[in-house]
């Protein structure tokens, strides 16, 4: 094939998804030079679009960015007034009081939002500030120099045929150089995992490590709406067989975010993440909350749980990894968003300072230790061990050892435990399907509980059907030859969307459903599936998640 000839635009800055850390890096730069030419790629068909959060949203990120962000009306209308956690069993459940969780953990001043319209907030601030942003541009290759640093990307390539050939409509999407380029594509990035895997970022960290997040929205009985009450639970369903647990917030309108995230570090292939927290919803206090309302939108994103001890190197010739593209969630507040912002800005100040002295294309170690050494790495390193505690020892011994951990170094900066590790990925984590026995699902009722089709149609997920599928097998055999009878093929069940199927001892992807959540990218036990955008625009359109 002839090679593909491409317009460029050269840029100073040139970043990658309008998240919260591409934002506030955007932000950030034109607040201190309006001069600079600060481009952001967005694959979503609109800013918003492909966020997915719970959302409490812990403003210190926002108060170091945008001091006078209530004056300049950031949707952040919901104060917490409320914050509950619950031990679940199957007929009821347990309150643990406030005062038995760590400082740490209290929601008070924080704020439930959606993510995705604080994201259009911070878009039109970026806007404003003279920032470029392209929604409809997915980035699908990274552009190298001579020395091998990073010099751009290639966006907005469309209208391929499914066979990869150009389309009658093909545009081949144009490079934007930059002076240095910032990954911020959030957990899991295609881009990203290129960049760690290129430059070894991860050789001397954990490997990271992964929940799937599920999320709907209802529109709930006003009697039982209670604005600004968070409530978070862990048992029930899960019990032993995976850690998670769920979130419940009450945000404005009568809504009601309701969440289920389920670590990824799961060994029973026969485990339905979906499933789960469909099942979840009929526990008594949940089911009462729930009943007569209605569920108005569906969606799934990865989560990042590998927290401190996960964290790369942010920083390789040419760019920096920005937010969960690094892995910057909190886990055990459940919040990433404030450091996502964090690290926009430190990234922004390093990247300024570089281009001040005339320098480009190099590495901003200034970033890279800001990130691991200032408020980020602060806020990861005091609840370091809970993961690993979690995984080695189940709910209960981590609530306890975990609890008492993160009081020791919320109150006095020291663990007893030094920094655990986290052991094996989550794809090494799963064991083979002989070793375990089916779980049997109760079906969806339909009115609590839906099938994964129908609640996909909530996710607005759209992919233009004659494009090349996005998801590759990096060997096709492997699914039926290898995942179909050691593991039960578990792409069936982690898919929250309901991508794949066996039918007839054939492997098939309905890369159409897919939600952009990055599991199978994660989960798959063989690691042979590769996780690529689509052609920009695809994917879901979430409203206010
Ligand atoms: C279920 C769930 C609940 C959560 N709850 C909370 C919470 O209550 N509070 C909290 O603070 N945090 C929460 N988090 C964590 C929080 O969502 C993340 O920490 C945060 O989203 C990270 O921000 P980011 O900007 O790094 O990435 P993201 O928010 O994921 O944004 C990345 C953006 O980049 C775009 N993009 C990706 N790749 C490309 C590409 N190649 N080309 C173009 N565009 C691209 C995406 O479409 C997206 O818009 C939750 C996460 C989940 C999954």
New binding site residues.
């Given amino acids: 094939m002839a090679e593909t000839t491409r317009e460029a635009m050269d840029c100073d800055v040139v970043i990658?998804?309008?998240?919260?850390?591409?934002l506030s890096a955007a932000i950030r730069l034109k607040q201190l030079d309006a001069d600079l030419n600060v481009v952001v790629?967005?694959?979503?068909s609109e800013v918003g679009a492909?966020?997915?959060?719970?959302?409490?949203?812990?403003p210190s990120g926002l108060d170091a960015l945008i001091p006078d962000w209530k004056a300049k009306g950031a949707p952040l209308n919901t104060p917490v007034t409320a914050d509950n956690f619950y031990m679940m069993g199957e007929a009821g459940q347990i309150r643990i009081p406030n005062f038995a969780m760590p400082p740490l953990m209290n929601n008070h001043g924080n704020y439930i939002v959606s993510?995705g319209n604080v994201?259009r907030w911070m878009a039109e601030q970026a806007e404003e500030l003279g920032v470029e942003i392209f929604p409809g541009?997915?980035?699908?290759e990274l552009v190298y120099g001579d020395t091998g640093q990073v010099t751009g990307v290639v966006?907005g390539e469309f209208g391929k045929n499914p066979d990869g050939t150009p389309g009658d409509s093909y545009e081949p999407g144009m490079i934007l150089n930059g002076k240095y380029v910032f990954l911020?594509?959030?957990?899991r990035?295609?881009?990203s995992k290129e960049v760690i895997a290129k430059y070894d970022l991860a050789k001397d960290s954990q490997p990271q490590k992964y929940g799937l997040?599920?999320?709907e929205i209802w529109e709930i009985d006003p009697d039982k709406h209670r604005e600004g009450t968070v409530t978070h639970t862990m048992g029930w369903p899960l019990g032993g067989n995976a850690g998670g647990g769920s979130?419940i917030y009450h945000l404005e309108n009568n809504q009601v975010y309701v969440?289920f995230?389920v670590h990824l570090n799961y060994k029973n292939p026969y485990l339905f993440p979906y499933m789960e927290f469909q099942r979840f919803k009929h526990h008594p206090m949940v089911a009462d909350l729930l009943k007569g309302g209605k569920r108005v939108a569906y969606g799934a994103?990865?989560?990042?749980e590998g927290g401190y001890q996960s964290l790369p190197k942010t920083v390789f010739p040419g760019g920096a990894l920005?937010?969960?593209?690094a892995g910057?969630?909190n886990v055990p507040r459940?919040?990433?968003?404030?450091?996502?912002m964090l690290s926009g800005k430190a990234a922004a100040e390093a990247a300024f300072a570089a281009i001040q002295g005339g320098r480009s294309g190099d590495t901003l170690d200034a970033y890279n230790t800001e990130v691991h050494e200032g408020a980020i790495g602060k806020d990861l390193r005091q609840v370091r061990n809970v993961k690993p505690l979690w995984s080695k020892f189940g709910l209960l011994a981590s609530l306890g050892l975990g609890g008492f951990d993160m009081w020791t170094n919320n109150l006095f900066g020291f663990s007893l435990l030094g920094t655990l590790k986290h052991g094996k990925s989550d794809a090494d984590a799963t064991e083979e399907a002989s070793k375990h026995t089916p779980i049997d699902y109760p079906k969806p009722d339909g009115k609590l509980s839906f099938d994964r089709l129908t609640n996909v149609s909530f996710s607005m997920t759209n992919h233009e059907e004659s494009q090349p599928a996005h998801l590759h097998l990096k060997d096709p055999s492997v699914p039926i030859g290898i995942n179909l009878p050691k593991y039960a093929e578990p792409a069936q069940r982690y898919c929250p969307a309901g991508v794949y199927e066996v039918v007839d001892d054939k492997f098939v992807i309905n890369f159409q459903n897919c939600v952009?959540c990055k599991t199978c990218d994660i989960k798959d036990p063989s690691q042979n599936i590769n996780w690529t955008?689509p052609q920009g625009g695809d994917g879901p359109n979430y409203p206010n998640m």
């Fill in positions: 990658v998804g309008a998240g919260p850390a591409g790629l967005e694959k979503g492909h966020i997915l959060s719970g959302a409490v949203l812990d993510m994201c541009m997915a980035c699908s966006a911020s594509e959030g957990v990035g295609s881009l997040g599920m999320k979130f969440g995230v994103r990865a989560i990042t920005l937010g969960c593209s910057m969630v459940i919040k990433g968003n404030h450091n996502a952009h955008v």
